[in-house]
């Protein structure tokens, strides 16, 4: 295959840090005496907030008007109202409409930010609240949820116009509407499940660690059993039940994972990035890629610039 250099770059190519001293209520932010833990958002479309970016809380989206493209990390989907989406810190994001009417629309988005620190600290000391934290760690690869789109609106507008403790209880309401849900997925990179025993979740840690970090580098099952003492056969359920994927699956998806990061960062060669993420050969880069992303690698350089909101 001809090796593909991307053309037109957009100048910055990293998303933009949100910051607090950018939240003005003119945009539709809640000003800072309003909110504590909890922030709602209201906006529309086109705005200056939609733009690929991040920041340190957690953002649940809620799509009321007008259907499009979304932007998640290094997932690439569509969108229409009722798409309700959770972000965790740093995780990028953009939602660009692509059916919005000439006079916009205003009131596209609902939004509820938080941050992570005070959920953990309360969790240590209310049994009540350690039910959100799978949520929030699954929520690092962003969650779509299904089927609840009536009630998160219901949801966001209570939370909106309640203040103080009825606020925050509010807002448990809505978490453990989304922790109990069963119809969502993961959007963007691989997600690891629960592994019994601490024991377990060290080891499944180093061996993912050792393959991120030598992506470039044949990654021997057999080899890595034997370091850890287990046969093939036995190693393959283990890393099956703590990950929810086959060894080779999970590699393969980590290395596409790697590779959306180049070509969304980067104007390498197509051809160059199958090799720095470790496949030996393009025809098979290409092949895995289409089974995960739904699209060749050329495609997805092409719809990950849309999340500037241009073109």
Request: glycine share 8%; proline share 5%.
């Amino acid at each position: 295959m001809t090796s593909v250099r991307h053309r037109n770059l957009p100048r910055h190519r990293e998303p933009e840090l949100e910051r607090d001293i950018t939240r003005s209520p003119s945009l539709g932010y809640e000003a800072p005496e309003e909110s504590g833990l909890v922030r709602c958002l209201a906006h529309g479309f086109p705005s200056p907030l939609v733009r690929w970016h991040f920041h340190e809380e957690y953002e649940l989206h809620l799509i009321t008007e007008t259907s499009g493209k979304a932007f998640i990390g290094d997932w690439i989907g569509p969108f229409q109202p009722g798409h309700l989406v959770l972000c965790g810190p740093r995780l990028p994001h953009n939602w660009i409409s692509l059916d919005a009417p000439a006079s916009g629309a205003a009131g596209r988005d609902r939004v509820i930010q938080f941050r992570h620190e005070p959920i953990e600290r309360a969790a240590a000391e209310i049994p009540e609240l350690r039910e959100v934290m799978q949520l929030l760690e699954r929520s690092r690869h962003g969650i779509e949820f299904f089927g609840l789109a009536e009630r998160a609106l219901a949801h966001w507008d209570a939370v909106k116009g309640a203040r103080g403790l009825r606020r925050f209880g509010l807002f448990c309401a809505y978490l453990a509407d989304l922790a109990q849900c069963t119809d969502y997925r993961l959007l963007s990179n691989v997600q690891m499940q629960g592994v019994e025993g601490e024991a377990g979740v060290d080891q499944i840690n180093v061996i993912v660690d050792r393959i991120t970090s030598n992506l470039a580098e044949p990654i021997v099952m057999a080899d890595i059993a034997t370091e850890l003492g287990m046969s093939e056969s036995r190693f393959s359920r283990f890393f099956k039940r703590s990950t929810g994927n086959s060894f080779t699956d999970f590699v393969n998806r980590v290395r596409i994972n790697s590779a959306c990061h180049l070509l969304m960062q980067t104007d390498h060669y197509v051809t160059d990035i199958c090799y720095q993420v470790g496949f030996n050969n393009v025809a098979n880069f290409n092949r895995r890629f289409l089974e995960i992303k739904g699209m060749t690698p050329t495609e997805f350089r092409r719809q990950s610039d849309h999340r500037f909101g241009g073109g």
